[in-house]
């Protein structure tokens, strides 16, 4: 779910952030961003574009078909990384370029973690519990993860609430053994 970050990553968000700011358009930046984020999610794609039989006009043209509309100042993020063979860095991109959007509009990401997929109505009642113990906008990103068993994972920021039955089972094993431990420990004394 999480992109892989890299401080070069941050430095470009922090620049397209200062740039949306400056020029008040945000709405294309962040469209100019998902298209990043889609066009070198995959290695291949990455590869493609900045191998010696991919030009500056078949980059321009591909991006065109990402997002249409894109514009010239967008474009040449684009542009930009790949003349720098740094295109691989948009995942990463994308990712601090959201944090920074969202921390803008007051808004926390959560990732849930369930062993089955959530319903909307569940989404949106631990999407309103969180709200209630941030005092932000909670945006729920849900996944299944079968290995859970059951209950939830829920991550905010570095912060992680485990309701999972996994959990809870690798808590009671915890537990008995540091009991097991404890008895051993009170029958050498005795």
């Not at 397209?16 to 020029?23: I, T």
């Not at 990712?95 to 062993?115: C, F, K």
């Not at 959990?167 to 915890?174: I, S, W």
């Not at 008995?176 to 008895?183: G, I, N």
């Amino acid at each position: 779910m999480a992109a892989p970050r890299d401080i070069a990553g941050r430095r470009y968000a922090l620049a397209v952030a200062d740039l949306a700011r400056e020029h008040g358009d945000a709405e294309q930046w962040h469209n100019a961003i998902d298209g990043l984020d889609v066009l070198t999610s995959t290695p291949a794609y990455v590869d493609a574009l900045q191998s010696e039989r991919s030009d500056d006009d078949r980059l321009q043209t591909v991006v065109r078909e990402i997002v249409p509309g894109i514009g010239a100042l967008q474009l040449n993020l684009f542009r930009l990384l790949r003349q720098k063979a740094r295109l691989a860095l948009g995942p990463s991109i994308a990712s601090y370029y959201r944090e920074l959007r969202d921390e803008q509009r007051g808004v926390v990401r959560a990732e849930v973690r369930t062993a089955v997929e959530l319903s909307d109505e569940r989404r949106q009642a631990i999407s309103d519990r969180l709200q209630q113990w941030t005092g932000q906008t909670v945006e729920v990103e849900a996944a299944v993860d079968p290995a859970l068993l059951g209950g939830a994972e829920i991550r905010v920021g570095d912060r992680l609430i485990d309701g999972s039955t996994r959990g809870r089972l690798r808590g009671l094993r915890e537990q008995l053994v540091r009991s097991a431990a404890e008895d051993g420990a009170a029958e050498e004394q005795a």
